[in-house]
Nanobody, 132 residues
Framework: QVQLVESGGGSVQPGGSLRLSCVAS????????VGWFRQAPGKEREGVSC????????YYADSVKGRFTFSRDNAKNTVYLQMNSLKPEDTAIYYC?????????????????????????WGQGTQVTVSS
């Protein structure tokens, strides 16, 4: 069965940390660009961090730069999003998605919503809540 499964979400206080995992099954994630997206209630889905499979370049949204780190473990067919110094505005459902088609830049694959439909697979999402 081809799927992406996220885990690691939860509730933390401001300043806390979480590590999200996204495990791929049924396909080799090595050959896919991968993005982490989030959607807060009443807001559009936004790209948080993406990695380009062709050159390994990584993009981070300004709102998370310096706090979040994207990594991948090819042996485990898994990508991670380490989230530190969490803020209440990071509260959202976080999704990972895999993209086989080349996009011009890693920023474009993350930022522009017109490319979202090109992603091959999406996970079901994991809730992250940051609150005191």
């Amino acid at each position: 069965q081809v799927q992406l499964v996220e885990s690691g979400g939860g509730s933390v206080q401001p300043g806390g940390s979480l590590r999200l995992s996204c495990v791929a099954s049924g396909f080799n994630l090595d050959y896919y660009g991968v993005g982490w997206f989030r959607q807060a209630p009443g807001k559009e889905r936004e790209g948080v961090s993406c990695i380009d499979s062709s050159d390994g370049s990584t993009y981070y949204a300004d709102s998370v730069k310096g706090r979040f780190t994207f990594s991948r473990d090819n042996a485990k067919n898994t990508v991670y999003l380490q989230m530190n110094s969490l803020k209440p505005e990071d509260t959202a459902i976080y999704y990972c998605a895999a993209l086989s088609k080349p996009i011009s830049t890693v920023e474009a694959m993350c930022v522009f919503s017109i490319y979202r439909s090109l992603y091959d697979y999406w996970g079901q999402g994991t809730q992250v809540t940051v609150s005191s």
